[in-house]
């Protein structure tokens, strides 16, 4: 399975960015999806996570109210919508897949990452 994340950039405190993760090389839909963050010097935490349907999320509390996980099985995207952010944001974002099914906060329960996408929140 290969991702492939994009739509990081440089944007101001309050506004507002949407990522995108590109999945090829195998079925989709078998898959839950996870976005993760790694600030510099910290470690890499967990975002937000969506299941294999779509129906069901998950969020960081950090995330909550402000980012939007969401996919597409027929375009073979998951996307993270983010708003009101905030320079504490500022960090690589990357996406993951995993195939148990089960919605994992975990970066150590997926199986395949992207290479990351540079979001930066100036104050």
């Known amino acids: 399975v290969q991702l492939q994340a994009c739509g990081g950039g440089l944007v101001q405190a309050g506004g507002s960015l949407r990522l995108s993760c590109a999945v090829s090389?195998?079925?989709?839909?078998?898959?839950?999806m996870g976005w993760f963050r790694q600030a510099p010097g910290k470690e890499r935490e967990f975002v937000a996570a969506?299941?294999?349907?779509?129906?069901?999320?998950q969020y960081a509390d950090s995330a909550k109210g402000r980012f939007t996980i969401s996919r597409d099985n027929v375009k073979n995207m998951v996307y993270l919508q983010m708003n009101s952010l905030k320079p504490e944001d500022t960090a690589v974002y990357y996406c993951a897949a995993e195939g148990s099914g089960i919605l994992r906060m975990s970066s150590s329960g997926y199986d395949y990452w992207g290479q990351g996408t540079l979001v930066t929140v100036s104050s």
């Open positions: 969506v299941s294999r349907s779509g129906g069901i999320t």
């Open positions: 090389g195998r079925t989709f839909s078998n898959y839950g």
